[in-house]
Protein backbone atom coordinates (compact mmCIF):
# COMPACT_ATOMS: atom_id res chain seq x y z
CA UNK A 1 0.00 0.00 0.00
CA UNK A 2 1.73 3.04 -1.17
CA UNK A 3 1.60 6.45 1.31
CA UNK A 4 0.20 9.58 0.55
CA UNK A 5 1.76 10.90 -2.24
CA UNK A 6 2.76 14.46 -3.07
CA UNK A 7 4.16 16.45 -6.02
CA UNK A 8 6.09 18.08 -6.78
CA UNK A 9 8.44 17.58 -3.80
CA UNK A 10 10.07 20.82 -4.83
CA UNK A 11 8.67 23.91 -6.71
CA UNK A 12 9.70 27.33 -7.67
CA UNK A 13 7.62 30.31 -9.06
CA UNK A 14 7.92 34.13 -9.27
CA UNK A 15 5.82 36.57 -7.88
CA UNK A 16 2.30 36.95 -9.28
CA UNK A 17 2.53 33.35 -10.72
CA UNK A 18 0.35 30.69 -9.56
CA UNK A 19 1.32 27.11 -7.63
CA UNK A 20 -0.62 23.92 -7.73
CA UNK A 21 0.37 21.49 -5.31
CA UNK A 22 -0.99 17.82 -5.12
CA UNK A 23 -2.00 15.11 -2.61
CA UNK A 24 -2.89 11.72 -3.07
CA UNK A 25 -4.05 9.86 -0.59
CA UNK A 26 -3.35 6.54 0.99
CA UNK A 27 -5.50 3.86 -0.54
CA UNK A 28 -9.06 3.73 1.16
CA UNK A 29 -8.76 7.34 2.48
CA UNK A 30 -11.43 9.57 1.77
CA UNK A 31 -10.10 12.47 4.41
CA UNK A 32 -7.49 14.88 3.59
CA UNK A 33 -5.48 17.86 5.74
CA UNK A 34 -3.49 20.29 4.55
CA UNK A 35 -0.55 21.29 6.72
CA UNK A 36 2.16 24.37 6.23
CA UNK A 37 5.28 24.86 7.48
CA UNK A 38 6.94 27.98 7.47
CA UNK A 39 10.87 28.11 8.57
CA UNK A 40 11.97 27.37 11.70
CA UNK A 41 7.96 26.87 12.82
CA UNK A 42 5.60 24.12 13.30
CA UNK A 43 3.29 23.00 11.10
CA UNK A 44 -0.37 25.03 11.34
CA UNK A 45 -3.69 23.92 10.05
CA UNK A 46 -4.95 24.69 6.93
CA UNK A 47 -8.04 22.94 5.42
CA UNK A 48 -9.68 20.16 5.90
CA UNK A 49 -11.80 17.91 2.59
CA UNK A 50 -13.20 15.02 1.96
CA UNK A 51 -14.12 13.95 -1.08
CA UNK A 52 -16.01 16.87 -2.99
CA UNK A 53 -16.53 18.91 0.16
CA UNK A 54 -14.68 21.47 2.16
CA UNK A 55 -15.33 20.17 5.66
CA UNK A 56 -13.14 23.11 7.66
CA UNK A 57 -10.87 25.83 5.89
CA UNK A 58 -10.50 27.94 9.15
CA UNK A 59 -6.80 27.83 8.75
CA UNK A 60 -6.42 29.04 5.24
CA UNK A 61 -6.24 32.46 4.35
CA UNK A 62 -8.51 34.71 2.72
CA UNK A 63 -7.31 35.55 -0.75
CA UNK A 64 -5.37 33.60 -3.02
CA UNK A 65 -5.92 30.37 -1.53
CA UNK A 66 -7.91 27.33 -2.30
CA UNK A 67 -8.34 23.76 -2.27
CA UNK A 68 -10.59 20.97 -3.52
CA UNK A 69 -10.56 16.83 -3.38
CA UNK A 70 -12.77 15.87 -6.29
CA UNK A 71 -14.30 12.48 -6.71
CA UNK A 72 -11.59 11.52 -9.18
CA UNK A 73 -8.02 12.52 -8.75
CA UNK A 74 -5.70 14.00 -6.33
CA UNK A 75 -6.43 16.68 -3.74
CA UNK A 76 -5.22 20.53 -5.26
CA UNK A 77 -3.56 23.27 -3.44
CA UNK A 78 -4.23 25.84 -5.24
CA UNK A 79 -2.09 29.25 -4.40
CA UNK A 80 -2.62 32.34 -6.69
CA UNK A 81 -0.64 35.06 -7.23
CA UNK A 82 1.88 33.79 -5.27
CA UNK A 83 4.64 36.33 -2.77
CA UNK A 84 7.64 35.75 -1.37
CA UNK A 85 6.03 35.04 2.20
CA UNK A 86 4.21 32.06 0.84
CA UNK A 87 7.19 30.27 0.24
CA UNK A 88 7.02 27.07 3.14
CA UNK A 89 7.11 23.59 3.05
CA UNK A 90 3.63 22.39 2.23
CA UNK A 91 2.01 19.03 3.86
CA UNK A 92 -0.63 16.69 3.20
CA UNK A 93 -2.04 14.26 5.51
CA UNK A 94 -5.27 11.39 5.04
CA UNK A 95 -6.37 9.73 6.95
CA UNK A 96 -9.63 6.81 7.02
CA UNK A 97 -12.64 7.17 8.58
CA UNK A 98 -12.20 7.44 13.12
CA UNK A 99 -12.63 4.17 14.41
CA UNK A 100 -13.46 4.25 18.22
CA UNK A 101 -10.28 4.55 20.12
CA UNK A 102 -8.29 5.01 16.94
CA UNK A 103 -7.08 7.50 14.81
CA UNK A 104 -3.81 8.59 12.72
CA UNK A 105 -2.98 10.61 9.77
CA UNK A 106 -0.55 9.78 7.91
CA UNK A 107 1.93 12.32 6.22
CA UNK A 108 3.35 12.75 3.11
CA UNK A 109 6.79 14.41 2.35
CA UNK A 110 5.75 17.55 1.54
CA UNK A 111 6.47 20.26 -1.21
CA UNK A 112 8.67 23.01 -0.55
CA UNK A 113 7.35 26.12 -2.35
CA UNK A 114 10.11 28.73 -2.85
CA UNK A 115 8.49 32.20 -4.27
CA UNK A 116 11.57 34.24 -5.86
CA UNK B 1 -8.66 26.98 21.18
CA UNK B 2 -6.36 24.09 22.51
CA UNK B 3 -2.66 24.97 21.85
CA UNK B 4 0.64 22.99 22.40
CA UNK B 5 3.90 23.93 24.20
CA UNK B 6 7.29 22.40 23.82
CA UNK B 7 9.28 24.98 25.74
CA UNK B 8 12.30 23.69 24.38
CA UNK B 9 13.49 24.89 21.35
CA UNK B 10 17.02 23.21 21.01
CA UNK B 11 18.41 20.27 22.72
CA UNK B 12 21.60 18.71 22.84
CA UNK B 13 22.40 15.11 24.11
CA UNK B 14 25.36 12.98 24.26
CA UNK B 15 24.81 9.40 22.18
CA UNK B 16 24.11 6.97 24.58
CA UNK B 17 22.59 9.24 27.10
CA UNK B 18 19.04 9.68 28.17
CA UNK B 19 16.15 11.67 26.54
CA UNK B 20 13.43 13.47 27.68
CA UNK B 21 11.33 16.21 25.32
CA UNK B 22 8.72 18.17 27.06
CA UNK B 23 5.07 18.81 25.49
CA UNK B 24 2.41 20.87 27.67
CA UNK B 25 -1.02 21.22 26.15
CA UNK B 26 -4.07 23.36 27.02
CA UNK B 27 -7.66 21.80 26.58
CA UNK B 28 -10.51 21.32 28.85
CA UNK B 29 -10.82 17.73 28.38
CA UNK B 30 -8.25 14.87 27.14
CA UNK B 31 -7.58 15.29 23.77
CA UNK B 32 -5.90 12.90 21.52
CA UNK B 33 -2.00 13.12 21.89
CA UNK B 34 0.63 12.51 19.03
CA UNK B 35 4.61 13.07 18.61
CA UNK B 36 5.90 12.99 15.23
CA UNK B 37 9.59 13.66 14.10
CA UNK B 38 10.62 15.13 10.94
CA UNK B 39 14.05 14.69 9.61
CA UNK B 40 15.78 17.04 7.34
CA UNK B 41 13.85 17.55 4.32
CA UNK B 42 11.17 14.97 5.49
CA UNK B 43 7.93 14.22 6.05
CA UNK B 44 6.61 13.63 9.70
CA UNK B 45 6.40 9.68 10.63
CA UNK B 46 4.38 9.06 13.96
CA UNK B 47 6.48 7.73 16.74
CA UNK B 48 3.36 6.93 19.19
CA UNK B 49 0.01 8.39 19.81
CA UNK B 50 -2.09 8.80 22.93
CA UNK B 51 -5.76 8.71 23.13
CA UNK B 52 -6.91 6.36 26.48
CA UNK B 53 -5.99 3.55 28.62
CA UNK B 54 -2.37 3.14 30.15
CA UNK B 55 -1.03 6.36 30.22
CA UNK B 56 2.67 5.35 29.54
CA UNK B 57 2.63 4.40 25.71
CA UNK B 58 5.33 2.50 23.86
CA UNK B 59 6.21 3.74 20.49
CA UNK B 60 8.66 2.80 17.45
CA UNK B 61 12.45 3.31 17.52
CA UNK B 62 12.96 3.05 21.31
CA UNK B 63 10.59 5.71 22.42
CA UNK B 64 7.98 6.28 25.14
CA UNK B 65 5.63 9.00 26.72
CA UNK B 66 3.64 9.38 29.52
CA UNK B 67 0.36 11.54 29.57
CA UNK B 68 -0.07 13.08 33.07
CA UNK B 69 -3.43 14.90 33.15
CA UNK B 70 -2.43 16.82 36.49
CA UNK B 71 0.19 18.68 34.67
CA UNK B 72 -1.56 18.28 31.23
CA UNK B 73 1.77 16.82 29.85
CA UNK B 74 2.78 14.06 27.34
CA UNK B 75 6.45 14.30 27.69
CA UNK B 76 8.82 11.92 25.40
CA UNK B 77 11.35 9.97 26.51
CA UNK B 78 13.92 7.82 25.55
CA UNK B 79 17.00 5.82 27.85
CA UNK B 80 19.31 5.94 25.56
CA UNK B 81 19.80 7.93 22.15
CA UNK B 82 21.24 7.22 19.24
CA UNK B 83 22.97 9.67 16.34
CA UNK B 84 20.27 8.31 14.20
CA UNK B 85 17.95 10.28 16.19
CA UNK B 86 19.03 13.70 15.66
CA UNK B 87 15.85 15.09 13.97
CA UNK B 88 13.12 17.39 14.68
CA UNK B 89 10.45 16.34 17.26
CA UNK B 90 6.69 17.90 16.90
CA UNK B 91 4.39 17.02 19.96
CA UNK B 92 0.28 17.89 18.60
CA UNK B 93 -3.41 17.19 19.72
CA UNK B 94 -6.61 16.78 18.00
CA UNK B 95 -9.72 17.48 19.38
CA UNK B 96 -12.65 15.45 17.97
CA UNK B 97 -15.04 17.47 16.63
CA UNK B 98 -17.55 15.58 14.41
CA UNK B 99 -15.02 13.89 13.08
CA UNK B 100 -12.55 16.83 12.41
CA UNK B 101 -9.32 15.81 13.76
CA UNK B 102 -7.26 18.34 12.72
CA UNK B 103 -4.20 18.65 14.63
CA UNK B 104 -2.94 21.47 16.43
CA UNK B 105 1.14 21.01 16.75
CA UNK B 106 3.40 22.45 19.04
CA UNK B 107 6.67 24.28 17.65
CA UNK B 108 9.29 21.66 17.70
CA UNK B 109 11.98 20.59 19.32
CA UNK B 110 15.69 20.19 17.49
CA UNK B 111 17.66 16.95 18.74
CA UNK B 112 21.33 17.57 18.62
CA UNK B 113 23.30 14.21 19.55
CA UNK B 114 26.88 14.52 20.16
CA UNK B 115 29.45 11.95 20.39
Known amino acids: NAGVMQNPRHLVRRRGQEARLRCSPMKGHSHVYWYRQLPEEGLKFMVYLQKENIIDESGMPKERFSAEFPKEGPSILRIQQVVRGDSAAYFC??????????????FGPGTRLTVT | AQSVTQPDIHITVSEGASLELRCNYSYGATPYLFWYVQSPGQGLQLLLK??????LVQGIKGFEAEFKRSQSSFNLRKPSVHWSDAAEYFCAVAISNFGNEKLTFGTGTRLTIIP
Open chain 2, 50 to 55: YFSGDT
Open chain 1, 93 to 106: ASSPPRRQGDYEQY
